[in-house]
């Protein structure tokens, strides 16, 4: 059977099919060259306007025999002579191609990123993000993004800078309306020659309040440690009175036993003698008068005392601390400096210069005697004595050569206060 | 033979009792009478100093535990007595790594006290037995394990954690259990109540 003897009714089906398989190529074809599918695209498009033509005559032939016009198109002419197969076999590729790019398209489609997907992939994101160019101009936005934005500016977002302004390059967190927490992190990247800022907020919540609430622990913490400290200071001086309650208690027995060995002597009950019983209550006055002595609160003289006790005077020039932090410093610094002159120097003065000036108190200890023959090497005292002075925020030198010298510097306010 | 003796404690009328103690017995002589520990070594390095009598807890903030340390170190053959009412288990340990020769209760006897003297120099170590057993909660101290009073003996200082485990040389997570486990024989509500109830009782450094 060939073209002219087909049916009318099976022809226009063909025909119409045709069409359709003509438009859905299109359609797909158009797809993939959106998607940048260029080789493909143009060898289907060629493909297809070939197939196109074909059909276009194959139509065109049938309505001019169905017209009786046959006769006028004389280049197309012998086409009634095909056989039917021809057209159906056609008809066949041309579905095969259509499925196939269908195929193509959905497949490419899946693999490979549109711009489109890209946005469609962000919108999805936990996570803000907005890229910018120079002029603040939003080239890529996403729908969280979109919602900071207006949260954090009370306004639509339609320039990156809107965001930039309200964010600080620190990621310091910033709470929303909603409860949530964000952060941000501000990039700045050159993409050719276009200068491209990227904002990214991520959400942070769930952390933000765990770290909220470990500070809170840490400063109940803190202050219970504090509370702990001062205790242990109370608990230090109740030890302290105790002490002294048990020495004052034995103060009271040992006057009571002194009270019972007179009694005992002057009723003549008593084996001791007048000098020994004199030598009891000497004793006992001698303790007596003891605990009405007041306690050495000076902080300066055990050291000055202890000086004295080995030998070595100690000459003070300018002022000494008062404060008994720093007092405790020098102090130490001295008793360092003090075994320092016996030991090595075999020296016999010291001199401690307390100097202030330009917002410092400078306290410098040198000592007479033999100068150190090396480099003095710090450790044990001289240790201890640097980490308690630099935790005050002081700092130390120790200089070895020509003859010793400590320094001590410590800053004070424009009260003079250390 | 008369041995040279040094008296160190901060309160007037414990020290002049030690000199009387000292004083009473011809075997002795007082070199010095110091007020600090802080200055207790610089009298050992320039004398002949055979015996420091000497309390642990001064109110200028210096202790006799570290003095005798520093004394260890540069006059070893002096020996030292440690006489105080604070007798626990830490100080005890402490004295005992320092190579302190001996250490007893403040609330003693004058005879009692020259007897420790006399068996101190004649080559003897004097420690009580143990310390005294202080009730934590609802235990006694004696039935924490060692590692457990060290942990709670830092934790009376206002210790965090991570210092705990700094000072102790053993991971954060083992203090964290040791705690827990502290608190579970105890009885304690929180930390913070263990380390009070164990500083009130005595178990401190």
Known sequence: MTFDDMPFMMMSLQCLYALFLLLALFCVIAASIRMRR??????????LILISYGLYEIFNRFMLIKRGTVSTIYAISKLHAIPEWIWLVILFVMTVLTVLMAIDVAYYGKEKLSSNSVKFAVDDLPAGLCIYDKSGRILLMN?????????????????????????????TPLRLSDGSVYTFG?????VGSAELTEIIAE??????ELTERLHRIDEELSSQQKRLRELNVLITEMTIQKEILAAKTSVHDRFGSTMIATKRFIRGASESSPEEIRAIWNKALDLLETAGEPEQKDIYGKVFTVAGYVGVDIDVKGELPAERESGE?????????LTNTFRHAHGDRILLECTKNEGR?????????????TEIQESGGLKNLRQAAESLGWTMEIQSRPTFRLTLTAPYDEGGNL | MTYNVVVVDDQNIPRKLFEMVVNSSSRY??????????????????????????DIVMADGSNGLDAAKRIKKHSPGTKILIVTSMVEEGYLKRARDIGIESFWYKETTDSELIEIMDRTMAGESVFPESPPDVMIGRILSRELTPAETDVLREMTTGASNQEIADNLGISIGTVKTHISRILSKT??????????EARMRGLGS
Request: with cysteine.
């Open chain 2, 187 to 196: 009885g304690c509500p929180n930390r913070t109540a263990l380390a009070i």
């Open chain 1, 203 to 208: 959400n942070i919540t769930e952390e933000y």
């Open chain 2, 29 to 54: 002589r007082l070199m010095y009478s110091l007020d600090s520990a802080a200055v207790a070594h610089v009298i050992c390095e320039r004398f002949d100093v055979d015996l420091v009598i000497m």
């Open chain 1, 329 to 337: 410093i020098i102090v130490t610094a001295l008793i360092e400096c």
């Open chain 1, 361 to 373: 108190n400078t306290y410098m200890i040198t000592n007479n005697g033999v100068a150190p023959k």
């Open chain 1, 38 to 47: 260029g080789a493909v695209s143009y060898i289907i498009t060629s493909l």
């Open chain 1, 143 to 171: 729908e969280t993004m979109a919602r900071i934005g207006t949260d954090i500016t009370g306004e639509y977002v339609l320039s990156g800078e809107q965001i930039f302004s309200r964010v600080d390059e620190h990621s």
């Open chain 1, 186 to 190: 501000i990039e700045r990247t050159n």
